[in-house]
């Protein structure tokens, strides 16, 4: 299919791809195409574009400034043509070919990852997962089509992004076992006095609203540093007693690794957990089956949560109580 001046609109397929793999190789095995064909195809569309495209940076190659500012577009393009084929929504998933990226604190991939990837292996075998941790700063992922669904705590969003909240989230401390915090009743003052906090924050801030909750009470409490993720946090507390946070979502890590977990005795504000996708995926089938898989692993989590309040069993697997 071609347009009047000549131009391929195959092009369009293969530069999704190659914006998609960022590699000339990768995108040659996706397409079935040779290497040298595929970098002919490259040639092609840098000449229709006027632009390189793909340049090299060391070992890897990267996408140009133009190709970023293209590829949102690129995406929903192709994405509208295979929808416009496609025998509808009802499509045998099981045929589709795609690869979803999903942006997310470190902990969604860690927690959810394992079931996300499981259920894409029954149900839609052609679909690929690609987590990318969130950045140090906030930039229009979804409205670049860098990332096709955003999870977890969505604090910011374009005006025309769709944001769906699941549930609301709460931080629990957590510290090594043994710690001296667990020792009696755990006090507001007790808590800000541990000999030092460590603070989770992609940005590297030192301050939340835990700060903000103890200055009400007239408390400070000694935060010595922070790491990007909470995973990461774990491994260190495990081997100090600097006192931690870690979120609902995160406890089984922190369940795994050993850790004691336990209420912060402080009127917190409730994080509210979902996942924010960009309107041009709304008719969909594919993504709207990633929405649908991600909604219910949320869903899940919540309500393991409510049969641990509860005293119920869970469906799935319990945790040790707070």
């Not at 990768?26 to 390189?52: F, N, Q, V, Y």
């Not at 860690?110 to 700063?137: D, I, K, N, Q």
């Not at 603070?199 to 790491?227: E, F, K, M, N, Y």
Request: proline share 7%.
């Amino acid at each position: 299919m071609t347009q009047s001046t000549g131009l391929d609109l195959n092009l369009l397929v293969a530069l999704d791809v190659l914006l998609e793999e960022e590699s000339v190789r990768g995108a040659a095995r996706r397409l079935h195409l040779s290497e040298p064909a595929m970098s002919r195809t490259l040639g092609r569309i840098r000449k229709a574009l006027g632009d390189p495209v793909l340049v090299r940076a060391g070992r890897r190659m990267v996408p140009t400034p133009h190709a970023l500012a293209v590829r949102a577009e690129v995406g929903a393009v192709v994405e509208r043509a295979r929808a416009l084929f496609a025998p509808g929504r009802d499509a045998d998933l099981r045929t589709v070919t795609r690869t979803f990226t999903v942006l997310g604190h470190d902990m969604i991939a860690a927690t959810h990852g394992a079931a996300l990837f499981a259920r894409a292996a029954r149900e839609a075998p052609g679909v690929r997962l690609r987590f990318l941790s969130e950045s140090h700063t906030d930039a229009p992922y979804l409205r670049q089509g860098i990332a096709d669904l955003e999870v977890g705590v969505i604090d910011a969003a374009a005006p025309e992004v769709r944001v769906e909240t699941v549930h609301e989230e709460r931080m629990l401390g957590v510290v090594r076992p043994g710690h001296p915090l667990l020792d009696g009743e755990l006090t507001p003052e007790r808590f800000a006095g541990a000999a030092g906090h460590l603070g989770v924050s992609r940005r590297g801030r030192q301050h939340g609203p835990i700060d903000d909750a103890l200055a009400a009470l007239g408390l400070r409490r000694r935060v010595v540093g922070s790491v990007g993720s909470y995973p990461a946090s774990l491994f260190v507390l495990r081997e100090t007693d600097l006192v931690g946070l870690i979120t609902e979502w995160g406890r089984p890590l922190a369940d795994a690794l050993g850790l004691a977990v336990f209420e912060i005795p402080l009127a917190l504000p409730a994080m509210r957990v979902g996942f924010a996708w960009h309107p041009r995926h709304d008719a969909d089938p594919a993504h709207a089956w990633l929405r649908d898989c991600v909604r219910e692993l949320l869903t899940a989590r919540t309500a393991r949560t409510a049969s641990l309040a509860t005293g119920q069993p869970a469906p799935a697997f319990r945790f040790r109580p707070v």
